[in-house]
């Protein structure tokens, strides 16, 4: 079993919809990772906090919010989100925002906007 | 450009049988290269990393090869089991960038 723990592990939302993805891990690590991953691709990098600061934001639309209220919570808000943002979207964590440090990824949340 | 390449996209192999997974890359400057193993409606998970100064590093029945001179590396795996099916991605560290494969799908049949 993952060591980071992601919920809902599905979820159906419609466009004006607002709801909220969790991920939390215990590991003390002190950095964490949004990712979206469509299918049959690798996924893409969207948000990435060090130290509960938001360190790099892969210009996502607004409509992506995140949130890291301590070191072992991280939250991804959405809001009027569209069909295309219908993905996997993954929560990892590492020791610390580094290239050397191995990410260790949470199953994801399949999100589905109807 | 960054780019990683991998291929086949998809293979599908007997149980018992060996396997080996290609990574071409062009990033620059190379940081370090993983494995990770995805099952299907889950995370990926690493299986190994390799560095500059390493050839060969094995994790089980998983070798991982590089050559940084040619910036290829390759994932054999031994005596294939059921469980071996997942798609296996290839991602090459540069400065504080990751950069992804696109995977290779891996069917493991009876």
């Known amino acids: 079993d993952t060591e980071v723990t992601q919920t809902p592990k599905h979820l159906v939302m419609g466009m004006t919809n607002k709801k909220s993805l969790k991920c939390e891990q215990h590991?003390?690590?002190?950095?964490m990772y949004w990712y979206k991953q469509k299918a049959k691709k690798p996924p893409e990098l969207m948000f990435v906090y060090s130290y509960e600061k938001l360190s790099i934001n892969e210009s996502v639309p607004s409509r992506f919010s995140p949130e890291c209220p301590n070191s072992s919570l991280l939250n991804l808000h959405l809001h009027a989100l569209q069909p295309e943002d219908s993905a996997l979207y993954l929560c990892?964590?590492?020791?610390?925002?580094?290239?050397?440090?191995?990410?260790?990824f949470g199953n994801g949340t399949r999100l589905t906007v109807t | 450009k960054n780019q990683v390449e991998q291929s086949p996209q998809s293979l599908i192999i007997l149980e018992g049988k060996n396997c080996t997974l290609q990574?071409?890359?062009?990033?620059?400057?190379?940081?370090?290269l993983r494995w990770y193993k995805q099952d299907t409606g889950r995370g990926p998970v690493s299986l190994t990393i390799m560095t500059f100064s390493e050839n060969t590093k094995s994790n089980r029945r998983y070798t991982a090869t590089l050559d940084a001179d040619t910036k290829q590396s390759s994932l054999h795996i031994t005596a294939s089991q059921l469980s071996d099916s997942a798609s296996y991605i290839c991602v090459v560290s540069a400065l504080n960038n990751l950069f992804f494969g696109t995977g290779t799908r891996l069917t493991v049949i009876p």
């Open positions: 990892a964590s590492s020791p610390v925002f580094a290239v050397t440090s191995p990410l260790h």
């Open positions: 990574c071409n890359y062009t990033v620059s400057p190379f940081s370090n």
């Open positions: 590991m003390g690590h002190r950095a």
